[in-house]
């Protein structure tokens, strides 16, 4: 896959050299929810992962690009697409930007709109679907700006400190 660019961010296939940067965003337990971990990885583990990354979408059943600054070529978070379906012609998408200062800047939305025609145009897919807690006003609105709609609610699917939330799953459907 050659390199997606955007406005302020590209995209591009992991590195080696992503290690430190993907151990920081996988073991910040602020964000363990909406990637569905509970426990740390270890840099032995990620590094392992990068050595499988160049495996090809169809062979791994995901993509996992780094979303970086065309200005400083800095990592700046990571959009998925996963549960790569090519029969069914669908995938989930996930994003993250990985400082809270550098949210809010546009830099999602530009991934996702390049990680979607990326989808359609390039993987033939009929649908992206997102998983999206209720409570994450930011996601909703992000992916509700690309035309996702709400298609249901999985209750109380996510425990945080004992208390339980429920999770959308909204769908794009290529048109």
């Known amino acids: 896959m050659q390199t997606l ?11 080696p050299e992503d290690l430190e940067f993907i151990y920081a965003v996988e073991n910040d337990e ?6 569905n971990t509970i426990t740390p990885y270890s840099r032995f583990l990620i590094r392992q992962y990068l050595e499988n990354a160049q495996q090809d979408i169809f062979e791994a059943k995901q993509l996992r690009l780094a979303i970086c600054s065309r200005t400083s070529e800095e990592a700046l978070g990571l959009i998925d697409l996963f549960d790569f379906d090519p029969v069914n012609r669908r995938a989930g ?18 991934a996702l709109q390049l990680v979607i025609n990326y989808a359609f145009h390039h993987l033939q897919l009929h649908q992206l679907y997102a998983n999206i807690g209720e409570e994450n006003a930011a996601s909703i609105a992000l992916f509700s700006t690309f035309g996702f709609q709400k298609i249901g609610v999985k209750k109380d699917w996510i425990c945080r400190n004992g208390e339980f939330f429920d999770e959308a799953l909204y769908q794009l459907l290529q048109k």
Not at 5 to 15: C, F, M, T, V, W
Not at 93 to 110: A, P, S
């Open 5 to 15: 660019h955007g406005n302020s961010i590209y995209l591009r296939a992991l590195e």
């Open 30 to 35: 602020a964000i363990w929810e909406v990637s």
């Open 93 to 110: 998408v996930g994003i993250i930007i990985k400082n809270e200062n550098e949210r809010g800047k546009g830099y999602g939305k530009e």
